[in-house]
């Protein structure tokens, strides 16, 4: 059981570059989320999804997209990367109910040049 | 809305000392709470959550809060810190409206001095 997984662990790209960062989950989870961490201002959400086929925009949203092609993966697109996405990104999954633990992953640590 | 604020984002003290975390959050309906911990380099890790059962709530590695609804706040205490309780420490908050949407306080880094 290897929990929410998260590929690559560091990635640099230059302004302009696109890119996806890769969650899996093996606990079939139905909600999966993406958060970008930035010093001083806790965790924000990017993106969510309830099920598969079934996403939704967070609170900062611009500038990713996402797709749930199944329960297990729920990857995070970075169209056209601005300094200002220089970030570490965590993915995590939980159980539907809203008081259920979410569980993350070790996380992606983003610099954009 | 929800939302959460951590007052103060550094916090240091002694070994063996009293560890107490400020935490007030806003919500329009009655709210899960949750603190995380983050050790560095890693994800986040759930210490301990209040889902309106007991107010007072106990976690892993000796910490515990306590919900107060009149205070709005669900302060994270520990009797006696160990070296081991260094790391980042935050509170979320999850009003139940949509699943799983936590949002967070901007975190406290606790520091443990010898």
């Known amino acids: 059981n290897a929990g929410v997984t998260q590929t690559p662990k560091f990635q640099v790209l230059k302004t302009g570059q696109s890119m996806t960062l890769q969650c899996a989950q093996d606990?079939?989870?139905?909600?999966m989320s993406w958060y970008r961490q930035d010093p001083g201002m806790g965790l924000r959400l990017i993106h969510y999804?309830?099920?598969?086929?079934?996403?939704d925009q967070g609170e900062v949203p611009n500038g990713y997209n996402v797709s749930r092609s199944t329960t297990e993966d729920f990857p995070l697109r970075l169209l056209s990367a601005a300094p200002s996405q220089t970030s570490v990104y965590f993915c995590?999954?939980?159980?539907?109910?809203?008081?259920?633990?979410?569980?993350f992953g070790p996380g992606t640590r983003l610099t954009v040049t | 809305a929800q939302s959460v604020t951590q007052l103060g984002s550094h916090v240091s003290v002694s070994e063996g000392a009293l560890v107490l975390l400020r935490c007030n959050y806003s919500?329009?309906?009655?709210?899960?709470l949750f603190w995380y911990v983050q050790y560095p380099n890693q994800g986040l890790q759930l210490l301990l959550k209040?889902?309106?059962?007991?107010?007072l709530v106990k976690g892993i590695n000796g910490f515990e809060a306590e919900f107060k609804k009149s205070e709005t706040s669900f302060h994270l205490t520990k009797p006696s810190a160990h070296m081991s309780d260094a790391a980042e420490y935050f509170c979320?908050?999850?009003?139940?409206?949509?699943?799983?949407?936590?949002?967070f306080g901007q975190g406290t880094i606790l520091t443990v001095h010898p």
């Open positions: 999804s309830v099920g598969a086929g079934i996403t």
């Open positions: 979320a908050v999850n009003s139940g409206t949509s699943y799983g949407k936590l949002t």
């Open positions: 995590a999954s939980s159980t539907t109910p809203s008081s259920a633990e979410q569980y």
């Open positions: 606990m079939n989870h139905e909600y």
């Open positions: 919500s329009s309906v009655p709210p899960y």
């Open positions: 209040y889902t309106s059962a007991a107010t």
